[in-house]
């Protein structure tokens, strides 16, 4: 039923549709109640922005994989600008239930997200949200937890993954641990039993590991199709992450919210054009 709610508006081409077809959610929920409805009204939560970050910490220039890394110094000056502007940092969980389940909520939001679960988390991006008093959300690989990310080109040797332990740390420090799958694939390219194992087992080793739900799932390379998007559904998460750029409000569904990729080369007047002015949804789509 999901399946069949979710797929008119994603091959949708734009000049065939009379509207903008991404600014309507709700549809899985009116395929839930029987209804046949494709379009509801439009979303209107506030335009959450959900950061999206990798390593955190202090490097040498990157020559690629620029939006994997944010200096640490800029990390804290960035935090100090969502102060600054009056941005409530919220978690996650309630972004939500503002966005899918009609919370209120006043004011500017935003989320911030960190993908692969690197070690320079705890080191480096931790201490200066514990500061601030920011929660955030991590997203880890189940099978990697303590190893390299082998799936750099680097080999990840210089990379190093927090291991289960130290994940269990920072559930005290309002860090929420979703899943990134068991060994960061391109999902779109496994097939589909591959593709659930991926998705559900990750879900499963982590709860099992952190004691605790994991309700949340990012796509490793931001790389999803209907397929996949419908497995993760089916795997029982309550929402997922994707990396096409926008306000989370201008999400189709929960399964496809897009986030802001915060990059190296971002200095503090890029950072706030992004949180402040890139609000239109713009596909990244594999
Ligand atoms: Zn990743």
Redesign the pocket.
């Known amino acids: 039923m999901l399946s069949t709610a979710l797929r008119p508006h994603r091959r949708c081409p734009r000049w065939a549709a009379p509207i903008d077809l991404v600014r309507w959610v709700g549809r899985e929920d009116h395929a839930a109640q029987g209804g046949r409805k494709l379009m509801d009204a439009p979303n209107p939560a506030p335009p959450i922005s959900v950061l999206m970050y ?1 390593q955190v910490g202090r490097f040498a220039e990157p020559t690629q994989h620029r939006s994997s890394f944010c200096d640490v110094r800029r990390f804290r000056a960035q935090m100090g600008l969502l102060k600054t502007l009056g941005c409530r940092v919220i978690s996650l969980r309630e972004a939500q239930a503002t966005l899918f389940e009609g919370q209120p909520l006043a004011g500017r939001s935003v989320v911030l997200s960190f ?2 679960g690197y070690e320079n988390f705890a080191e480096h991006a931790l201490p200066v949200m514990a500061e601030f008093g920011y929660p955030s959300v991590l ?1 880890a ?1 189940s099978g990697l937890l303590g190893q390299p990310a082998r799936w750099l080109s680097s080999g990840g040797q210089d990379s190093p993954l927090m291991s289960a332990q130290q994940l269990r740390e920072l559930r005290s420090a309002q860090v929420e641990i979703g899943s ?1 799958t068991v060994s ?1 694939p391109r999902l779109s390219q496994l097939g589909a039993t591959e593709a659930m194992r991926e998705i559900a087992d990750s879900k499963a080793a982590l709860e099992q590991s952190l004691g605790a739900a994991v309700d949340f799932f ?1 796509y ?2 931001g790389d999803y199709n209907p397929a996949v998007r419908d497995a993760v559904a089916q795997a029982g998460y309550q929402a997922a992450l994707t990396c096409s750029r926008g306000t989370a409000n201008t999400a189709p569904n929960r399964y496809e919210i897009p986030r802001k990729a915060i990059a190296y080369g971002d200095d503090l007047f890029g950072f706030a054009w992004k949180l402040l002015v890139k609000n239109r949804r713009k596909d990244r789509y594999a």
Request: net charge negative.
């Open positions: 990798h993908d692969d997203f690989v990134h960061h990012a490793p390379y």
